[in-house]
């Protein structure tokens, strides 16, 4: 069973930037996708990047296009989520999560959360205006 466990997340200021970590063990090998999902109190886990290990395509949410990056080091079997120009709506607890999602799916599917069933405990970032 893959364990996942994320690290990287704390408090900084509007307009700061953070690099999240997923490292991934146990047979990861046998997942193909990697998301990073984030939820803020009383709201919704909503996902916001996702990468295939395979090609390297990357899909975002609209929210975070153009702020946010995700990348791999298949090597070090870690994905990163690198926050830039963060805003305190950002605030929220980040999960990374990973599976094995057919290619038969379309892969904007990677950020639905009902995708994955392998999950890691989160890492919290709060961003102060």
């Known amino acids: 069973q893959v364990q996942l466990v994320e690290s990287g997340g704390e408090s900084v200021q509007a307009g700061g930037s953070l690099r999240l970590a997923c490292v991934a063990s146990?047979?990861?090998?046998?997942?193909?996708?990697v998301g990073w999902f984030r939820q803020a109190p009383g709201k919704e886990r909503e996902g916001v990047a996702a990468?295939?290990?395979?090609?390297?395509?990357?899909y975002y949410a609209d929210s975070v296009k153009g702020r946010f990056t995700i990348s791999r080091d298949n090597a070090k079997e870690t994905v990163y989520l690198q926050l830039n120009s963060l805003k305190p709506e950002d605030t929220a607890m980040y999960y990374c999560?990973?599976?094995?999602?057919?290619?038969?799916?379309?892969?904007?599917?990677?950020?639905?959360?009902?995708?994955?069933?392998?999950w890691g405990p989160g890492t919290q970032v709060t961003v102060s205006s």
């Open positions: 999560a990973a599976d094995w999602i057919p290619n038969n799916r379309p892969r904007s599917w990677s950020l639905k959360e009902s995708q994955y069933n392998n």
């Open positions: 990468i295939y290990t395979d090609d390297g395509s990357t």
């Open positions: 146990g047979y990861p090998g046998s997942m193909n996708c």
